[in-house]
């Protein structure tokens, strides 16, 4: 089946503008992650989905990143008035119930000239 | 958040076994231990899983310390394309923190 889905691909963006990153999760699967990778750096946990639960944002840099997500479906990752720090590649990953593996997409990469 | 060290970079023979190690002290009796690995522009993908047993697979083995304080990662015959940074974590309900992982190469 269809794995998880992220779009777009890559992004260019000026500094100052403000991006809006899209993840499809794989159907069913009720948690959703995202996390943000810098060059060379491991995976920097951003905010967690659990169904209808409220999400864990504890690991959002600032206020100028938020999340939103359509009951167990797309979510969508907002980074306002975009600063060169914020360039990186976006992951988004989902999972099926408690203990299953995490699935990831293969990121959007965003650039902030 | 329970946290993992790993080492940063480990290099290997092609063909010959892979022993990656991971220290997680601090790891709490609903923990699991989840391994996944990231190849170049793409993102992590899951290789195993295990919670008090050993545990083996088609791709992998993973062994768990008796204390599970710490946990290995076994590549019974590493390839080149096994060339990855391996994520070790602790898994469960919530969110899921990952380290720098270990970067594997494979030299042929």
């Known amino acids: 089946g269809a794995g998880v889905s992220q779009s777009p691909s890559n992004k260019v963006t000026e500094k100052g503008k403000d991006v809006e990153l899209r993840c499809d999760p794989i159907s069913g699967h009720t948690a959703l992650y995202w996390y943000r990778q810098r060059l060379g750096q491991g995976l920097e946990f951003l905010i967690y989905?659990?169904?209808?639960?409220?999400?864990?944002k504890s690991g959002l840099p600032s206020d100028r990143f938020s999340a939103e997500r359509t009951g167990e479906s797309v979510s969508t990752l907002t980074i306002q008035r975009t600063q060169q720090e914020d360039s990186a590649v976006y992951l988004c990953?989902?999972?099926?119930?408690?203990?299953?593996?995490?699935?990831f997409g293969n990121g959007t990469r965003l650039t902030v000239t | 958040d329970a946290k993992t060290t790993q080492p940063n970079s480990m290099e290997s023979n092609e063909e010959e076994p892979v022993h990656l190690p991971c220290n997680h002290s601090t790891i709490s009796g609903t923990d699991y231990i989840h391994w996944y690995r990231q190849l170049p522009s793409q993102g992590p993908e899951y290789v195993i899983h295990?919670?008090?047993s050993n545990v083996n697979n088609r791709m992998a083995s993973l062994a768990i310390a008796e204390d599970r304080k710490s946990s290995t990662l076994i590549l019974h015959r590493a390839t080149l394309r096994d060339a990855a940074v391996y994520y070790c974590i602790l898994y469960n309900a919530g969110k899921s923190t990952f380290g720098d992982g270990t970067t594997l190469t494979v030299k042929p």
């Open positions: 295990g919670l008090t």
């Open positions: 989905f659990q169904g209808n639960s409220a999400p864990d």
């Open positions: 990953a989902s999972k099926q119930t408690y203990n299953s593996p995490l699935h």
